[in-house]
């Protein structure tokens, strides 16, 4: 077998062919967009070069064909947040060879030891976690826009060289006819949307600096408390908006606001892998005439909610049913889309998996983020549960002092 590393268009080309043949004949398979790819790679787009360094690999066999690619990367503002510094790989693609993936596996370790590193995460994004996150393991079904899908053996690839479950990640689907909750959800959320002291906006492409602005501000005082908190970086956020405009509905992003002060967020984009999947990877000056036809037809007939944020002193208020209710009118009169995937809540949240299930979500995938400790005798210990109470105990510690 032999490894190249991606450097040109030629290599490029390739680094993209390498997973048709792995899901061929797979209708579960969307081929991610070659372009928002190579924007990962590129450090005139992603924030996440400030302070790191992104590499990938190709991988044939004897016959010259491609078998597999990967990709390593680091960044230090979040390496460090970590009890050894930490990278990641991902854009792992593979056949079904274990030794195959051992070489993918050694390379990336290899490359991610000389910058300083002492672990990998996988597969991961090089960038925020909304996109390009986990391994599946559970639910093989057609997946939202951004969330990974791969073939069941890739389990075994990361277990068999050595990768841990770090923390699991479950995504939710709900009927978005809403049939199921109760009347008195309803009542509930309205009661709440309806207090004077509380406030509704949806996202506004004519306001997009203070709404980007206002989601940093939910962002940072709703994870800070996490033990591996860094705040979000603004020029990621502006970098998502601009990649994603031709995909954002304004009345699906949602702000709540206490008296002018933003306070919880809601993000969902339509699920554009119902498109991709009829593509090839690529929009071009030929198939734009499809995409937009196939727009036109509501062939898109579900979204992903790619976040949502609540400060925690507004946590148990009420304050994520009353978006629903905001969003509600939205869905009645886009009654095309009919499932709403709630993606992702980490099993070291369980307020954010209380949140979907209170709603009506019910479990319909499973994915993993695996960790690789370099020092194979080093205890291995799953990222940390955060407790109920935990931010607002912190924050009344914060008022005290």
């Not at 051992?102 to 390379?107: K, S, V």
């Not at 036109?296 to 629903?324: C, D, N």
């Not at 005798?377 to 799953?382: I, S, Y």
Request: charged share 25%.
């Amino acid at each position: 077998m032999q490894l190249i590393e991606v450097t040109d268009k030629k290599s490029r080309k390739l680094f993209h062919q390498v997973p048709h043949p792995i899901y061929k004949g797979d209708p579960n398979w969307a081929c991610p967009l070659e372009g928002m790819v190579e924007n990962v790679f590129d450090p005139q787009r992603n924030p996440s070069f400030k302070n790191g360094e992104a590499i990938r690999w190709v991988l044939f066999d004897e016959k010259n064909n491609p078998i597999g690619r990967i990709a390593a990367f680091y960044n230090l503002d979040k390496a460090k947040t970590f009890e050894q510094p930490t990278g990641g790989c991902g854009f792992f693609e593979c056949v079904n060879n274990q030794q195959a993936a051992n070489r993918l596996f050694d390379t990336a370790r290899d490359w991610l030891k000389s910058k300083g590193m002492e672990a990998m995460d996988g597969p991961v994004n090089f960038g925020e976690n909304y996109m390009n996150w986990g391994l599946l393991a559970e639910g093989f079904m057609p997946q939202g826009f951004g969330m990974p899908y791969n073939p069941p053996y890739y389990l075994d690839l990361f277990e068999n060289y050595g990768f841990k479950i770090y923390f699991r990640q479950f995504s939710y689907h709900l009927d978005t006819t809403l049939p199921e909750l109760p009347e008195r959800f309803w009542k509930v959320a309205e009661w709440v949307a309806k207090k004077p002291h509380f406030s509704f906006k949806h996202f506004s492409w004519k306001e997009k600096e203070r709404f980007i602005d206002d989601f940093a501000r939910v962002y940072d005082n709703a994870w800070r408390f996490h033990e591996h908190f860094k705040p979000i970086d603004k020029d990621d956020l502006e970098d998502f908006i601009q990649s994603a405009k031709s995909l954002i509905e304004e009345e699906f992003i949602w702000f709540a606001y206490h008296e002018g002060e933003p306070i919880a967020l809601f993000v969902m984009v339509p699920d554009l892998n119902q498109i991709l999947a009829k593509l090839k990877g690529r929009i071009t000056i030929w198939n734009l005439p499809k995409v937009l036809w196939l727009k036109s037809r509501k062939t898109m007939t579900r979204t992903r909610a790619l976040i949502i944020g609540i400060v925690p002193k507004f946590q148990r208020s009420g304050i994520e049913a009353a978006i629903f209710w905001n969003l509600r009118p939205v869905m009645y009169k886009k009654r095309w889309y009919r499932e709403m995937e709630l993606s992702w809540a980490g099993d070291f949240n369980p307020k954010i998996v209380a949140l979907y299930e209170s709603v009506g979500g019910k479990r319909a995938k499973t994915h993993y983020t695996m960790r690789y400790l370099f020092d194979r005798n080093k205890p291995f210990t799953r990222a940390p549960i955060i407790s109920a109470d935990q931010g607002k105990e912190k924050s009344k510690t914060e008022q005290e002092n």
